[in-house]
């Protein structure tokens, strides 16, 4: 047996030795993907908006964990609170948990319509399978239907609601008896819902993976008034969009939706604790789980744990204290309008949108015919790697984090903390243009960038 890695040994670890690491006992693919982007740095610190490499070189975060960092790396209100809780048992279930239970109730205090009953978990994909459990007891009936280029997790029953196939392959048969409608079509909703089978309707409020899709005003309200209508829980993922990401404390506000479900993670948990929570009404939870013979019909190890709990109630305070929702919603828009100012510029974007700090940038699609014969393979690479390439060249030349929407590879999201200032939102609004400057034409910026990743494929890096 080799020696084994001690946590004393960590601030010495070289780039390349976590490297080999990670190929050789995690994800190699994912090693390689990294390494062609030189996106396999070594970042030894965190604060606020900003990381540090092992070289001391300082990054901008405008991917903020998929999310998770709506209050920025390591918060030290977080980290106080954590302190306060170090001595309590953090792990002990035959009690009922102090800040567990605190938590749930602020929840409830703050989630829209009749949402008073919380489960907890260690993550979104969590949430959302707790959903499907809850609705399925709670109504007797089995489908559940979510829209196409939906993502709602990668754990199986999640993953049976995503709406990329991408992803299904060589995992099926998924669960039984989900299906998918296209986003925004209200009349193909009515149409699955119309025979009463239907256990629940997940949904995004603004689709992230997806690409950033943001639905017409009165879309979500006109879904839920269906699954009202034909007896199908309507449930609300917030698990990105919630906790002032969009502008409001949830994305659902904005029509007035009261969910009969809701998910909640990512950054509930201050972005230091893994939490996730599913949140309902009293009457469904008691079809559910009502009385002693079912009260342990779904349960976590680790939700509700001390530490994860206190995160949450840390996070709800430093989100009011330091007025982010507000925050999120004004510094949204100035991101939007300056992003909306270079596509007016430069024909290689296609689409800005986005709601508060929640923001995508949508590329064009390599030209067919004659640029598709000429360009050959760069063609292909900008096709399907387009945003990858815009993310690797802020990353490298620019020293800002971003990363391209799993489900539209052909989008790049801007996610920053929500405590981002609009001078950092300018030096990033800066980068974008001199990079479109460089690169006007599609075909330019994929050779470019494909040079790029091709010296990454075959480069040697300390």
């Known amino acids: 047996m080799e020696k084994l890695i001690k946590l004393n040994d960590l601030p010495n670890m070289q780039r390349t030795q976590v490297r080999e690491n990670f ?53 030290p209100r977080i980290i106080a609170a954590l302190n306060e809780v170090s001595s309590m048992p ?79 392959k060589g995992f099926e048969p998924l669960l039984p008896s989900c299906n998918v409608v296209d986003f925004c079509e209200l009349e193909e909703l009515e149409e699955a819902l119309k025979t009463k089978d239907v256990a629940a309707f997940i949904v995004e409020p603004i689709q992230g993976e997806g690409g950033i899709i943001v639905p017409p005003q009165g879309y979500l309200k006109a879904a839920q008034d269906l699954c009202r209508k034909y007896g199908t829980l309507f449930v609300a993922d917030e698990i990105q969009t919630g906790l002032g990401r969009t502008g409001t404390m949830f994305a659902s506000e904005r029509e007035g939706i009261e969910p009969d479900i809701l998910c909640l993670a990512k950054s509930l948990g201050g972005g230091i604790m893994p939490i996730g929570a599913v949140m309902t009404t009293t009457e469904i939870w008691n079809k559910a789980y009502g009385g002693i013979e079912k009260c342990l019909l779904h349960t976590s190890t680790f939700g509700g744990n001390t530490w994860a709990a206190t995160a949450g109630l840390a996070t709800l305070e430093v989100l009011h204290e330091e007025n982010l929702v507000a925050r999120s919603a004004e510094l949204g828009d100035y ?3 300056g992003l ?123």
């Open 23 to 75: 190929k050789t006992h995690m994800n190699p693919g994912l090693c390689t993907l990294f390494g062609l982007l030189d996106f396999d740095k070594l970042y030894v610190k965190a604060e606020g908006t900003y990381v540090w490499d092992a070289d001391g070189n300082r990054y901008l975060d405008f991917l903020g964990g998929y999310g998770s960092l709506n209050l920025g790396h390591n918060h």
């Open 90 to 168: 953090n792990l002990l279930q035959a009690s009922m948990g102090m800040a567990a239970s605190a938590l749930a109730h602020n929840l409830a205090q703050l989630a829209p319509g009749k949402l008073n009953n919380t489960f907890f978990c260690n993550s979104g994909a969590e949430a959302v399978e707790g959903a499907i459990k809850l609705a399925r007891i709670a109504t007797g009936r089995q489908r559940i239907l979510s829209c196409k280029s939906g993502f709602h997790g990668k754990t199986l029953g999640s993953l049976s609601v995503t709406g990329r196939e991408k992803y299904h």
């Open 340 to 462: 909306r100012t270079l596509q007016e510029k430069y024909p290689i974007i296609r689409d800005v949108r986005g709601r508060g700090l929640l923001v995508g940038i949508e590329f064009e699609q390599p030209a067919s015919g004659v640029l598709s014969k000429v360009a050959g393979a760069v063609n292909k690479l900008s096709a399907e790697y387009l945003g990858a390439m815009v993310a690797g060249v802020l990353l490298n030349k620019y020293r800002v984090i971003t990363a391209y929407t799993l489900n539209n590879p052909n989008v790049v999201r801007l996610e920053p903390p929500l405590v981002v200032t609009e001078e950092q939102i300018d030096v990033v609004l800066n980068a974008l243009e001199e990079t479109f400057e460089k690169n006007r034409s599609l075909l330019g910026f994929g050779l470019s960038s494909g040079k790029t990743m091709l010296s990454g494929m075959f480069g040697r890096r300390k």
């Open 335 to 337: 991101l939007i309008n």
